[in-house]
């Protein structure tokens, strides 16, 4: 039996924890012991780790950076005496990587899930420091990869690529569009755009809604969702009634309902300046969703341009609107690509097979330097 320590920064609802919980609750517990440590508190994903039985623990980090804060996770990995640490999000490997070191721990596995551009040149630094403590390093796609070794200097050849994914079966069952509508108390026949991220500069939500002012020119009854939370509501609540399409535009929040809602919209959108992936591109697809993205990163290998979605320059408000405006003239095209958004999800990024991928690279690593 294979110890796993997975050390994380917390338990929230990110894209990252999202599928970092998915790969712990679905390891092989017959050949693979999870343990999860928390940086700085647990987080509403917590529910889904004591389900499924997992030992959780927190060390309640405050969010400085503190040669304190490495000596608690140093005792914390000392204590838990695991055979494999996986350091999931920066701040985690920054601390876990160099104390899974110091604390003996055979495989430390770092795990990077975005291409962070906005980086100062000293955190890039501390991040390629860190990861010279790894046994390995992985990438949630070919972008985040390039971008590590590339720009932030890590050892070519040591950052193997594993896809972020999703559990597909969470959008077998979902309603009807119209079911969907009247539980959410929805209009009917508007249509509905959605977008689900944070509400932060990479996720360009400004050029979301300056691109809205030209869907509503053509298409006057249609609204857009803004599912997410975060520090700019305020600037892009003002924007917002700046533009006077107040009236076509809803902040919901966080919430725990995101495939009831992608099953009530149209069309997904997702206007991020950088993103590693983008996980809830794989779940637009799921639902069967058309996507209208930004060509940045990653999400240039979720989305098949001109086959399940439209790609369009960052920054590019018009160019976005262009792209919903077409696929909303031409619903058939538009139901083609979600079908074919469907069978790709499928095909490329579903957990299961992720699961196994990670599960390779710790009985490769553990056999590499003789662990047992």
């Given at each position: 039996?294979?110890?796993?320590?997975?050390l994380v920064n917390?338990?929230?609802?990110?894209?990252?924890?999202r599928?970092a919980?998915?790969?712990i609750?679905?390891?092989?517990?017959?050949?693979f012991?999870?343990?999860v440590?928390?940086l700085?508190?647990?987080?509403?994903?917590?529910?889904?780790?004591s389900?499924?039985?997992?030992?959780?623990?927190s060390?309640h980090?405050?969010?400085?950076?503190?040669?304190s804060?490495?000596?608690?996770?140093?005792?914390?990995?000392?204590?838990?005496?695991a055979?494999?640490l996986?350091?999931?999000?920066?701040?985690?490997?920054?601390?876990?990587l160099?104390?899974?070191w110091?604390?003996g721990?055979?495989v430390r596995?770092?795990?990077?899930?975005?291409?962070?551009?906005?980086?100062?040149?000293?955190?890039?630094?501390l991040?390629?420091?860190a990861?010279?403590?790894?046994t390995?390093?992985?990438?949630?796609s070919?972008?985040?990869?390039?971008?590590?070794e590339?720009?932030?200097?890590?050892?070519?050849g040591k950052?193997?690529?594993?896809?972020?994914?999703?559990d597909?079966r969470?959008?077998?069952?979902?309603?009807?569009?119209?079911?969907?509508r009247?539980?959410?108390?929805?209009?009917?026949e508007?249509?509905?755009?959605?977008?689900?991220?944070?509400?932060?500069?990479?996720?360009g939500?400004?050029?979301?809604l300056?691109?809205?002012?030209?869907?509503?020119?053509?298409?006057?009854?249609?609204?857009?969702l803004?599912v997410?939370?975060?520090?700019?509501q305020?600037?892009?609540?003002?924007?917002?009634?700046t533009?006077?399409?107040s009236?076509?535009?809803r902040?919901?929040?966080a919430r725990?309902?995101v495939p009831?809602?992608?099953?009530?919209s149209?069309?997904?959108?997702l206007?991020?300046?950088?993103?590693?992936?983008?996980?809830v591109?794989a779940?637009a697809?799921?639902?069967?969703?058309?996507?209208?993205?930004?060509?940045?990163?990653g999400?240039?290998e979720?989305?098949?341009?001109g086959?399940?979605?439209?790609?369009?320059?960052?920054?590019?408000?018009?160019?976005?609107?262009?792209?919903?405006?077409?696929?909303?003239?031409?619903?058939e095209?538009?139901?083609?690509?979600g079908l074919?958004?469907?069978?790709?999800?499928?095909q490329?990024?579903?957990?299961?097979?992720?699961?196994?991928?990670?599960e390779?690279?710790y009985d490769?690593?553990?056999?590499g330097?003789?662990v047992?």
């Open positions: 039996m294979i110890r796993v320590i997975h917390s338990l929230g609802v990110g894209g990252g924890e599928f919980v998915e790969v609750r679905r390891l092989d517990r017959q050949r012991e999870p343990h440590l928390c700085y508190g647990t987080g509403e994903l917590h529910g889904y780790l389900e499924a039985g997992i030992a959780t623990h060390l980090l405050d969010r400085r950076l503190k040669v804060g490495w000596l608690r996770v140093w005792r914390a990995l000392r204590r838990l005496d055979q494999v996986h350091t999931h999000l920066p701040e985690s490997c920054w601390y876990g160099p104390a899974g110091l604390a721990v055979p596995i770092g795990h990077v899930q975005n291409t962070h551009r906005g980086w100062a040149t000293k955190v890039r630094l991040d390629r420091a990861s010279t403590f790894a390995r390093m992985i990438a949630c070919e972008a985040v990869r390039h971008f590590c590339g720009e932030v200097g890590y050892r070519p950052t193997r690529v594993v896809h972020n994914a999703i597909i969470r959008f077998h069952d979902v309603p009807s569009r119209n079911e969907a009247s539980r959410l108390g929805l209009p009917r508007r249509p509905i755009l959605v977008s689900v991220a944070s509400l932060t500069n990479q996720k939500h400004a050029n979301l300056r691109a809205m002012v030209h869907v509503r020119a053509a298409f006057p009854g249609a609204m857009l803004l997410g939370e975060g520090p700019l305020p600037q892009l609540e003002h924007l917002t009634a533009l006077s399409i009236d076509a535009v902040f919901l929040g725990s309902d009831l809602i992608l099953a009530a149209d069309m997904f959108l206007a991020s300046l950088w993103e590693g992936f983008g996980l591109l779940e697809g799921a639902a069967s969703l058309p996507t209208v993205a930004t060509r940045v990163d999400i240039c979720v989305i098949d341009d086959v399940t979605g439209l790609l369009v320059p960052p920054e590019d408000s018009d160019q976005l609107a262009v792209a919903v405006i077409a696929l909303l003239r031409d619903r095209r538009a139901r083609e690509m074919r958004a469907r069978e790709r999800v499928g490329y990024f579903d957990i299961d097979a992720a699961v196994r991928k990670v390779d690279l490769e690593a553990v056999r330097i003789g047992t």
